[in-house]
């Protein structure tokens, strides 16, 4: 099994800045995955990161907007820049491990 | 585009009912099937999982979900529920050529089980 934690757990933002989410394993893994839960919705995949190489994002989310760091195999942060109301979700990392997707507990955002 | 549906959103029931909570995925080719489950301030778990072989599968506490290829459904039951089974549960869509992880969820059910 994966142990998540995340960093910090809730934040109150204001409109314009930004946050940086940090994600921290208990293993060393090789693929780390960003998600957004927006109030009311589905959880949607941001963008997964590798160790040493640039995370790949999905349709409608943007490095400069969310840029994320993968320095080592444990750790990972995302970024969520120059922040506006719509941002305001609960942000989760995950990991795949033995085949098995793990979810970290998530950090809940609000940008006023 | 991919999609994965969640019949219901909200669900309230008596202890020892049974629980039947519906999925659909709009998606044309092989994919892995997972239910996972939220409980009350608590991280995502996994519930169950299908990648392939006996359609029919066992999770967690007394969990199970069927996969029915022709129905592109993967339904999760649980004959009689507990007052713990209060939850918030997700289906997920990990289609196999895709990147492990890149799961698609769906919307969420809301299940609320009453003394």
């Known amino acids: 099994s994966a142990v998540i934690s995340q960093k910090p757990s809730r934040d109150i933002c204001q409109r314009g800045t930004s946050l940086t989410i940090q994600c921290q394993v208990d293993?060393?893994?090789?693929?780390m995955f960003w998600y957004r839960q927006q109030p009311g919705q589905s959880l949607t995949l941001i963008a997964t990161?590798?160790?040493?190489?640039?995370?790949?994002?999905e349709s409608g989310f943007v490095i400069d907007k969310f840029p994320i760091s993968r320095p080592n195999l444990t750790f990972s942060t995302l970024t969520v820049s120059n922040m506006s109301p719509e941002d305001s979700s609960i942000y989760l990392c995950s990991v795949e491990a033995q085949l098995e997707q793990f979810f970290g507990p998530g950090t809940r955002l609000t940008v006023l | 585009a991919q999609s994965v549906s969640q019949h219901n959103h909200h669900v309230i029931l008596s202890e020892a009912a049974s629980l039947e909570l519906g999925c659909n995925y709009s998606?044309?080719?092989?994919?892995?099937l997972f239910w996972y489950v939220q409980y009350p301030g608590q991280h995502l778990q996994l519930l169950l999982k299908?990648?392939?072989?006996?359609?029919l599968v066992k999770g967690i506490k007394g969990f199970e979900a069927e996969f029915i290829k022709s129905k592109f459904s993967f339904n999760l039951r649980k004959p009689s529920v507990q007052w713990s089974d209060t939850a918030e549960y997700f289906c997920a869509v990990n289609p196999q050529l895709d990147s492990w992880g890149k799961f698609q969820f769906g919307a969420g059910t809301q299940v609320v089980v009453t003394p």
């Open positions: 299908y990648f392939s072989g006996d359609p």
């Open positions: 998606y044309g080719g092989t994919v892995n």
């Open positions: 293993s060393q893994v090789t693929m």
């Open positions: 990161a590798n160790q040493g190489s640039e995370a790949t994002y």
